[in-house]
């Protein structure tokens, strides 16, 4: 039996990269897959469904309030539950990379609404339905950079460690709902964003020396870890941080 059997799973920033390699590993597991994105998702959609899965897709802003509470009306009206949030829409790729001063607020500003907001926006969104079914599980994207410490992306790495405080909290103030909250951490992965930008895809690549598993990150590293939360198997398992990074920070 499919692990994910007809649960029913946001994926916000699901249309490309990561977001979309976890909505193909939900989809092939048998979850009902709301890929929540501002991006158009037709052709993976068009995908899951020619492979057999369900999918359907909302355009949402993780950064609009409105619109996360659309995301979470219209996911009740497709498919009448919501069991699984993976918060994974953040500002990464096209960060570029400075010192503190030469960071502007607006820049913070920005990065910090998309990524940590949005988290707590689209948390805040599903949290009625999955309290009245007694069951839930929210699933949120931070970093390896988080855990270890980096230079020049300050308002990205703060966004990132305010993930993994707000999943510590909000596993604590859920659990009695039911409802797990956990972190996935992962390196940094090569997408076809990251691939695309040279300078970019170098940097990653550097990455690969840190870690006890010694290559390239791709996307389908990290969607067994997403899927094993988003399970029955982690029923036990709330407020933690698993790293996905090929050894690379290790607790």
């Given at each position: 039996?499919?692990?994910?059997?007809?649960?029913?799973?946001?994926?916000?920033?699901?249309?490309?990269?990561?977001?979309?390699?976890?909505?193909?590993?939900?989809?092939?597991e048998g979850?009902h897959?709301?890929i929540?994105?501002?991006?158009?998702?037709?052709?993976?959609?068009?995908e899951?469904k020619?492979?057999?899965?369900s999918?359907?897709?909302?355009?949402?802003?993780?950064?609009?309030?409105?619109?996360?509470a659309d995301?979470?009306?219209?996911?009740?009206?497709?498919?009448?539950?919501?069991?699984?949030?993976?918060?994974?829409?953040?500002?990464?790729?096209?960060?570029?990379s400075?010192?503190?001063?030469?960071?502007?607020?607006?820049?913070?500003?920005?990065?910090?609404?998309?990524n940590?907001?949005?988290v707590?926006?689209?948390?805040?969104?599903?949290?009625?339905q999955?309290t009245?079914q007694?069951?839930?599980?929210?699933i949120?994207i931070?970093?390896?950079?988080?855990?270890?410490?980096?230079?020049?992306?300050?308002?990205?790495?703060?966004?990132?460690?305010?993930v993994?405080s707000?999943?510590?909290?909000i596993?604590?103030?859920?659990?009695?709902?039911?409802?797990?909250?956990n972190?996935?951490?992962?390196?940094?992965?090569?997408?076809?964003?990251v691939?695309?930008?040279e300078?970019?895809?170098?940097?990653?690549?550097?990455g690969?020396a840190t870690?006890?598993?010694?290559?390239?990150?791709?996307?389908?590293?990290?969607?067994?870890?997403?899927?094993f939360?988003?399970?029955?198997?982690?029923d036990?398992?709330?407020?933690?941080?698993?790293?996905?990074?090929?050894?690379?920070?290790?607790?």
């Open positions: 039996m499919p692990r994910l059997e007809n649960r029913v799973a946001i994926i916000t920033g699901g249309a490309q990269g990561i977001g979309a390699a976890y909505a193909r590993g939900f989809a092939a979850a897959v709301v929540a994105d501002i991006a158009p998702a037709d052709a993976l959609i068009d899951i020619s492979a057999g899965g999918a359907i897709a909302v355009e949402t802003d993780v950064t609009d309030e409105s619109a996360c995301m979470a009306a219209r996911t009740i009206d497709a498919f009448g539950r919501i069991d699984v949030l993976v918060n994974n829409a953040a500002l990464w790729v096209h960060i570029p400075k010192p503190i001063m030469e960071i502007s607020k607006a820049e913070w500003d920005k990065v910090l609404d998309v940590i907001n949005g707590f926006l689209c948390t805040r969104a599903v949290v009625p999955m009245r007694g069951y839930g599980k929210i949120n931070s970093s390896g950079r988080a855990l270890k410490g980096f230079p020049n992306l300050l308002h990205y790495d703060t966004s990132k460690g305010a993994i707000f999943t510590r909290s596993a604590r103030e859920l659990g009695d709902a039911g409802i797990r909250a972190t996935i951490a992962p390196g940094g992965i090569m997408t076809d964003n691939i695309e930008q300078d970019l895809r170098a940097f990653i690549a550097l690969a870690r006890a598993i010694r290559r390239d990150q791709v996307p389908e590293d990290v969607v067994g870890a997403c899927i939360l988003a399970s029955a198997e982690s036990f398992i709330t407020g933690q941080v698993l790293a996905v990074d090929g050894g690379s920070a290790m607790n």
